[in-house]
């Protein structure tokens, strides 16, 4: 009787698994290292990236007043922390071993990221704020909408060919990220433009309910990869 996480030889005619969670981790020793040196390389890459957006998006919001803009960039801080849990699951010689607690934490880190956002859209609804333009706050949300949805991407694929599914909750992380750049650019474009300071925060209140959908995903261990989710593919 074979059981989810045990290998199978030849003779059995499946695929080698390892892993907990139910995850088909691939098991070719070339293949996996390759493909988590890429998962480490793109979690660098995410880290790098998203502290220099934090660092200028929250600048730049404190000087025009924007509170979606600071949020965007504490959202930077978030993504930093997804980025350094991948790290930290890779620099283990079995990563598989860390994949529920690396869900777990990463889990932790959507429901941040929903909490967080959800707050301050409501708190700029209630107080009816009015922030200046940010030519600089639009920079970093154009760039942000340019890096991010190849950055997922490619986190995704890496993450679906080793069996990961922190790597593809990474990567959703990621893509959240993008939609919150695309939820900023049209905030104060509306802003600067037509006085429109509501558009932002009711954007963000429905990128903060996809956050905790996306979290319970995470913590459940489903989606991509996993024994509830369906297998991966391609």
């Not at 995850?23 to 793109?42: C, K, T």
């Not at 959507?110 to 956002?117: D, E, K, M, S």
């Not at 990621?174 to 049209?186: E, K, P």
């Not at 995903?217 to 509830?228: Q, V, Y």
């Amino acid at each position: 009787m074979s059981h989810p996480g045990m290998s199978h030889g030849p003779a059995g005619g499946e695929p080698l698994q390892l892993g907990g969670v139910g995850s088909a981790w691939v098991v070719d020793p070339g293949e996996r290292e390759r493909l988590g040196r890429r998962a480490r390389l793109l979690a660098a890459a995410s880290v790098a990236y998203n502290v220099i957006e934090a660092v200028v998006a929250v600048s730049s919001g404190m000087i025009a007043g924007s509170v979606a803009l600071v949020g965007f960039g504490l959202d930077s801080v978030v993504e930093v922390s997804s980025g350094l849990i991948i790290l930290w699951q890779f620099r283990h010689p079995l990563p598989e071993s860390r994949e529920r607690k690396a869900l777990r934490m990463l889990a932790f880190s959507f429901f941040t990221l929903a909490a967080y956002v959800g707050f301050e859209s409501v708190r700029a609804l209630v107080s009816g704020s009015h922030p200046d333009t940010s030519g600089v706050g639009i920079g970093i949300a154009i760039a942000s909408l340019i890096v991010m949805p190849f950055l997922s991407w490619a986190q995704r694929r890496t993450g679906k060919a080793l069996g990961s599914n922190a790597v593809v909750a990474d990567s959703t992380q990621t893509l959240l990220c993008t939609y919150l750049s695309a939820v900023l650019l049209v905030g104060l474009l509306l802003n600067a433009t037509l006085g429109w300071s509501w558009a932002d925060p009711i954007a963000g209140l429905i990128i903060a309910a996809v956050a905790v959908r996306e979290g319970l995903e995470a913590w459940r261990g489903e989606g991509c990869c996993s024994p509830l989710g369906g297998p991966c593919k391609g």
